[in-house]
Antibody, heavy 122, light 106 residues
Framework: EVQLLDSGGGLVEPGGSLRLSCAASGFIYSTYAMSWVRQAPGKGLEWVAAISGSGSSTWYADSVKGRFTISTDISKNTVYLQMNSLRGDDTAVYYC???????????????WGQGTLVTVSS | EVVMTQFTATLSVSPGERATLSCRASQNINTNLAWYQQKPGQAPRLLIYDASTRVTGTPGRFSGSGSATEFTLTISSLQSEDSAFYYCQQYNYWPPDFGGGTKVEI
């Protein structure tokens, strides 16, 4: 059974930084791309970033490009999201999600973590 | 960027009735469309991919159809546990975009 365990959320001041983690199990981790998807309070879903199974390729939404960095530690089956220069509109529940496709590229998401709340406020 | 539009924000349906949810893409995405269900306080759950393929475990009352720019999720004979938000998502182009969601009220 696929399991994704998100962690690292919390309260941070504008301009601050935070690192989210997502520990994965139940599948061959290095085979699948992983993404982060966020949901602002009362709003819909927004894809944030993705990384290939090998870690060699990354993709970002324009809204976070240059501020967020996605990375992976294959030895720990863990994907990270380093968030810098945080703003109020980054406040959201952040979900890690497993891409369904083995081949690198845009995909849908067949498993999701439980989410971790990031609040950016002074 | 592909804009995904779910025109109906809230759909109120009685138990046992049929619910039809629509999703429109701003350009041709073939059948590269997924549907998710999200209940309050929970993560989204994949229901359908490739526009019409049900995920194992998705009840048979859920069906998807459509191609190119027009897509539909149909819930036949609505059950109380189907009360949720439903999101469509395209995966034909980067970035993978979601629709704004439709809330199904029972």
């Amino acid at each position: 059974e696929v399991q994704l365990l998100d962690s690292g959320g919390g309260l941070v001041e504008p301009g601050g930084s935070l690192r989210l983690s997502c520990a994965a199990s139940g599948f061959i981790y290095s085979t699948y791309a992983m993404s982060w998807v966020r949901q602002a309070p009362g709003k819909g879903l927004e894809w944030v970033a993705a990384i290939s199974g090998s870690g060699s390729s990354t993709w970002y939404a324009d809204s976070v490009k240059g501020r967020f960095t996605i990375s992976t530690d294959i030895s720990k089956n863990t994907v990270y999201l380093q968030m810098n220069s945080l703003r109020g509109d980054d406040t959201a529940v952040y979900y890690c999600a497993k891409d369904a496709a083995v081949v690198a590229g845009v995909s849908y998401f067949d498993s999701w973590g439980q989410g971790t709340l990031v609040t950016v406020s002074s | 960027e592909v804009v995904m539009t779910q025109f109906t924000a809230t759909l109120s349906v009685s138990p046992g009735e049929r619910a039809t949810l629509s999703c429109r893409a701003s350009q041709n995405i073939n059948t590269n469309l997924a549907w998710y269900q999200q209940k309050p306080g929970q993560a989204p759950r994949l229901l359908i991919y490739d526009a019409s393929t049900r995920v194992t475990g998705t009840p048979g009352r859920f069906s998807g159809s459509g191609s190119a720019t027009e897509f539909t999720l149909t819930i036949s004979s609505l059950q109380s546990e189907d009360s949720a938000f439903y999101y469509c998502q395209q995966y034909n182009y980067w970035p993978p975009d979601f629709g704004g969601g439709t809330k199904v009220e029972i």
